[in-house]
């Protein structure tokens, strides 16, 4: 019998002294200087000392952990390392494409910035046709109809993103030894969206002043929220989510300043923003649209985000193209022969106005927040804020006319 009693360990679990208590027979009580205590079996395998955690002591008793280190010394007497044999255990516990999803997240989060972005796909085109299948039962077939519905909904880029994961998820599977075969090895973007072209529309003046006449008239489908952020991406050139994504926090309205930190930035660099009379206006009318949320644009519908969607600009937009993915009967086209645009073309539009206002290509870049090419960009730690507040009230004012007007 140990040297342990219950009322022994509870007592140093209270003192919280960071240390390694030893019972006997290689069972430790863990205290960690942060974190809760554990238990730790230490043993000898090949000459080599080991220890395997057994478990936190608020989920695993003393009498447990005791049994716990009786048959890892059997797992010993039988000439098995008891660590290789939980490594083998947990490998069988990943069965199914989601449990090798959710295996594959933890490199993710790792490697990626933006992790959640696989996340989606997965969680809403790969997992309701896939998640609970066992890996070795996915076939080609399996993946071919969960790329062409994606592509059959009208969203190419996301059916090419979709294989793409889907080839990443079972190369993770044949690393890892569960599998020996890549369902989606065979298909290229061909079989998906096809090849993706880069795109270049900006619109015009003229098309800017049509199209935000026809946001107008339809106020019951295109909300108020969703007139003033295009406004807001035309005038400030700004991305979707960085925009769409905004704490009140980062404004400071009374120097017309707009701090956007970099976390939230895709370029990964903070940038202070300056905000032309117009936009301040905007903001202030989304102040008291805001009903006192933290966001600029919160979330007008119960969801898991406090604020608007990834889509909801886009598919409001769509809309009145008369295209609304996921439903049979589509709506009437509201917007004419006009050619169709989404919207990261509007940030595209505010780069094109810059240009149209003789703005020289490196206070519009910077602008655009990406960052400045070669030596220039190496050399070259200014700024530009001055110029940059100029060119934005340049745009401001050619624009709002056609904004504002009733």
Avoid at 273 to 286: G, M, R, S, T, V
Wanted: hydrophobic fraction near 35%; charged fraction near 30%; proline fraction near 5%.
């Amino acid at each position: 019998m140990g040297s342990f009693t219950a009322k022994k360990v509870q007592s140093l679990i209270r003192e919280a002294k960071p240390g390694r208590y030893g019972d006997g027979n290689g069972l430790y009580l863990m205290i960690p200087r942060a974190g809760t205590a554990y238990w730790m079996c230490r043993y000898t395998f090949a000459g080599k000392r080991r220890g395997m955690t057994l478990g936190k002591c608020s989920h695993l008793s003393l009498a447990e952990a005791r049994e716990q280190v009786v048959e890892t010394q059997k797992v010993i007497r039988s000439g098995t390392d008891p660590l290789t044999e939980r490594k083998r255990e947990e490998k069988i516990t990943i069965s199914t494409v989601q449990d090798l999803f959710d295996d594959w997240y933890q490199e993710l989060e790792r490697r990626l910035k933006h992790p959640n972005i696989p996340k989606r796909v997965f969680e809403r085109d790969i997992a309701p046709a896939i998640g609970i299948m066992t890996l070795d039962s996915v076939t080609p077939m399996d993946v071919r109809a969960i790329v062409r519905k994606v592509t059959n909904s009208g969203r190419p880029t996301i059916a090419n993103d979709a294989l793409m994961y889907l080839k990443q998820l079972f190369n993770h599977g044949i690393k890892l030894g569960l599998v020996t075969y890549n369902p989606a090895s065979a298909f290229n973007v061909n079989d998906a969206g096809g090849v993706e072209k880069s795109r270049d529309r900006a619109l015009s003046i003229d098309e800017l002043s049509y199209v935000f006449a026809v946001f107008k008239e339809n106020r019951t489908s295109f909300t108020r929220d969703n007139y003033l952020a295009c406004a807001l991406l035309v005038v400030l050139g700004v991305r979707k989510t960085e925009l769409t994504e905004a704490k009140w926090s980062e404004f400071d309205i009374s120097n017309e300043k707009w701090n956007l930190p970099g976390e939230r930035s895709k370029s990964g660099f903070g940038i202070a923003i300056p905000l032309p009379p117009q936009a301040i206006a905007w903001l202030e009318e989304l102040k008291i649209r805001a009903c006192g949320s933290p966001y600029v644009f919160p979330s007008r519908r119960s969801s898991k985000q406090p604020y608007m969607g990834k889509d909801t600009l886009n598919r409001a937009i769509a809309k009145l193209f008369g295209k609304e993915p996921g439903k049979k009967l589509q709506p009437e086209n509201r917007m004419g022969d006009i050619a169709e645009f989404t919207v990261h073309d509007l940030r595209r539009t505010c780069r094109s106005l810059l240009a149209a206002e003789g703005v020289p290509g490196h206070v519009a870049e910077r602008c655009l927040n990406h960052k400045l090419k070669g030596v220039e960009g190496v050399y070259d730690r200014y700024d530009y804020y001055e110029e940059r507040k100029q060119a934005l009230i340049k745009v401001a004012d050619l624009v709002a006319s056609i904004i504002d007007a009733d």
